[in-house]
């Protein structure tokens, strides 16, 4: 058996033209929208900020790459990662496996890469954390010129917060005789979560960063609050956790049973604070950027279907980014009170068990 000439010459045409409709179709696949993506890469810490995208421009703003390797220091722009391999100077940023958007070192020599850039989460910390110095700098100022005057502006807005803070939170927590001690610390993890979770819910440059949605930014908080709260738990605090009071001695002796509980419950309420914050702040970007991916999705398959579901998909995405507003006080008050709590546990006296 075999073929002609003329048949060989139809069986390689239509090979070519099986391969080219394939590598066409693999092409309309690369191009098509991926909502996973999109979603990934605005919830995710980057080493750039991502500003808009006009057809295939991509506005981005470079921000600055620190790097210790080898005992060496190496600074540069994350723009110089921009181009084919996504490398320069021996490090590449990974753009996919188990290390995409990490910095490594592309000729591996067994010394670890220390990354201390400034990524768009950290400069969003810096960017807030200078306007919340700025507002209250001249809150402060404002209050020592008017002293004998009603408050105004930015005074007449902070002060019912901060009131309520002291009032509802850390007097009725700590007590009236100890709350002072810990409000610096209570009023700025208030205002800092409260203030970085209304500015993540801008959808444009300097807005739009997921600070409180960062796990490692929880757990920093997180971890502030559990140090403060062991550096002035009082004597009573930790023998009711040695030796729990109401407890049948059966489970102290000889096993050490309510001992070891509490000592994981002392563990466990800082991690409950990380969890809590960062799981609520990420579901709700999400659920917002979701909504926003239905009109891609639905638009590739039919452009009218992709007009029709917009209508929907606009009006649950505000419903869900004015639930956001009410989230954001509601996310930094469970801190704030969760803290205070702590504190206050710490530093109960023994009269008042």
């Known amino acids: 058996m075999y073929a002609s000439g003329q048949d060989h010459t139809m069986l390689v045409q239509a090979h070519d033209s099986v391969f080219a409709q394939s590598e066409k179709n693999e092409g309309k696949a690369e191009g098509k929208f991926n ?31 620190i790097l210790l390797y080898d005992g060496k220091l190496y600074t540069f722009c994350s723009s110089r990662f921009h181009n084919e391999t996504h490398s320069y100077d021996g490090f590449k940023l990974e753009s996919e496996g188990p290390h995409k958007g990490k910095i490594v070192r592309v000729e591996e020599n067994g010394s670890a890469v220390y990354d201390f850039s400034i990524t768009k989460i950290v400069f969003a910390i810096l960017l807030s954390s200078f306007l919340l110095i700025l507002i209250f700098v001249s809150v402060a100022r404002a209050y020592t010129r008017n002293r004998n ?3 105004s502006g930015l005074q007449s807005m902070l002060e019912p917060l901060i009131i309520f803070i ?17 409000m610096p610390f209570l009023l700025t993890i208030f205002f800092f979560i409260f203030f970085n979770n209304l500015f993540g819910l801008i959808p444009f440059f300097p807005g739009g960063a997921n600070v409180t949605g960062n796990i490692a930014v929880t757990l920093v908080m997180a971890v502030f609050t559990f140090i403060i709260t062991t550096i002035n738990g009082n004597k ?3 023998v009711d956790i040695i030796n729990t009071p ?8 000889p096993v050490p049973l309510m001992p070891v509980v509490e000592i994981i419950g002392i563990i466990t309420k800082p991690f409950v604070l990380m969890i809590r914050l960062f799981a609520n702040i990420t579901a709700g970007h999400i659920i917002v950027l979701g909504f926003i991916s239905l009109i891609f999705i639905f638009g ?27 989230v954001a006080f509601i996310q930094a008050y469970v801190f704030t009170l969760l803290s205070a709590l702590y504190f206050g546990l710490a530093t109960i ?5």
């Open 35 to 65: 909502a996973g993506e999109m979603i990934m890469e605005h919830v995710v810490d980057n080493h750039e900020w991502h500003v808009a995208e006009i057809g295939s421009l991509h506005l981005t703003i470079p921000l600055p790459i």
């Open 149 to 151: 005057k009603a408050p």
């Open 166 to 182: 002291r009032d509802d939170i850390a007097k009725s927590s700590i007590g009236e005789k100890k709350y002072e001690k810990f």
């Open 236 to 238: 009573h605090y930790w």
């Open 246 to 253: 109401g407890v049948p001695w059966w489970l102290k002796f």
């Open 300 to 326: 590739e398959m039919n452009a009218a279907i992709g007009y029709g579901v917009s209508v929907f998909s606009v009006a649950f995405m505000i419903f869900m980014n004015l639930l956001e507003l009410l």
């Open 349 to 353: 006296e023994p009269e008042h068990h």
